[in-house]
């Protein structure tokens, strides 16, 4: 059938559409049981961290690179974590900050809302440090002569010396790409097209150093475990010992946590989701 010039679309779902469907999601995702959304968490949390052992492993000796090429691939690989999670189907806190929208709209209360928020970064912390455990129990920081730890290692530092504000600022901004990327997904209408949107404000977010709260959550007791436990060898091919990473504390890694996870869920609430609710859904009957 010939369609005029005024009934053309996109195949893809319109932003209003999106807005119901994000709605909806949102919705179901209250809806269910409270173990399920434990162990959907659970697998969002370890699929964010196979992304980060991607990025670690692909950025390790990749020094000679430009500095911005460099964080382009690991932005690039990184997006491997919240393609499993859309596609795969898990629950990342993150993206749940996208659950306001459903709020705001009064088909789920406000307990609902945190009771499912809860549980899901619930299981988003054991999946991601349980995968950190896995991983350092596979002996991956040794591969390369030391260098994968190396690099590990100094992923978490950068992390650790971030100061309160702008921590917090870069985690609002991050979480602002990752539920665009999560809001443009609920408009595709196959696998590739889901796959399409969310690279590039995955990358994006990598590449300009954003803090992402559950990636941290691998990040960060990943290298607390081989500054602690990395045996002798490691530490003589690389040349170092673990004096020379004083500032990789538990303390410091709670800091980021929690500071990313505040900055996180002010981004993707208030910058992505109230605003499309706003725009889209205030004047609803």
């Not at 991956?140 to 530092?157: C, K, N």
């Not at 790409?177 to 595709?188: H, I, P, Q």
């Not at 010992?241 to 990789?248: E, K, M, R, S, T």
């Amino acid at each position: 059938m010939v369609t005029s010039p005024s009934e053309k679309r996109f195949d893809a779902l319109m932003p209003s559409e999106m807005a119901l469907a994000c709605e909806s999601a949102g919705a179901a995702k209250a809806g269910r049981d409270a173990l399920a959304l434990v162990v959907l968490g659970l697998l969002a949390g370890a699929f964010v961290a196979l992304g980060a052992i991607f990025m670690t492993i692909v950025v390790t000796g990749a020094g000679d690179l430009p500095w911005g090429v460099g964080r382009l691939l690991a932005g690039l690989v990184f997006s491997l974590g919240l393609i499993l999670v859309i596609v795969g189907g898990a629950e990342l806190f993150t993206g749940d900050s996208l659950m306001i929208v459903a709020c705001a709209s009064r088909r789920i209360s406000l307990p609902a809302l945190l009771r499912a928020w809860v549980l899901v970064y619930a299981g988003n912390i054991v999946g991601a440090m349980g995968t950190a455990v896995l991983v350092f129990l596979a002996g991956q920081h040794g591969f390369d002569d030391g260098e994968v730890g190396r690099t590990a290692l100094s992923i978490a530092m950068s992390k650790v010396a971030l100061a309160t504000v702008p921590l917090f600022f870069l985690s609002v901004l991050c979480n602002v790409l990752v539920c665009l990327a999560v809001w443009m997904s609920f408009g595709a209408r196959s696998i590739a097209d889901k796959v399409l949107v969310i690279v590039p404000p995955i990358a994006a977010f990598v590449a300009a150093g954003f803090e992402h709260s559950i990636a941290n959550l691998y990040f960060l007791p990943y290298a607390l475990m081989i500054k602690a436990w990395a045996g002798p060898d490691f530490w003589t091919a690389i040349g170092q010992d673990g004096a020379a990473y004083a500032g990789l504390t538990i303390s410091g890694a709670a800091h980021n946590i929690v500071v990313a996870t505040v900055g996180n869920l002010v981004g993707g609430s208030l910058m992505v989701g109230a605003v499309y609710w706003f725009v889209y859904l205030r004047n609803r009957d």
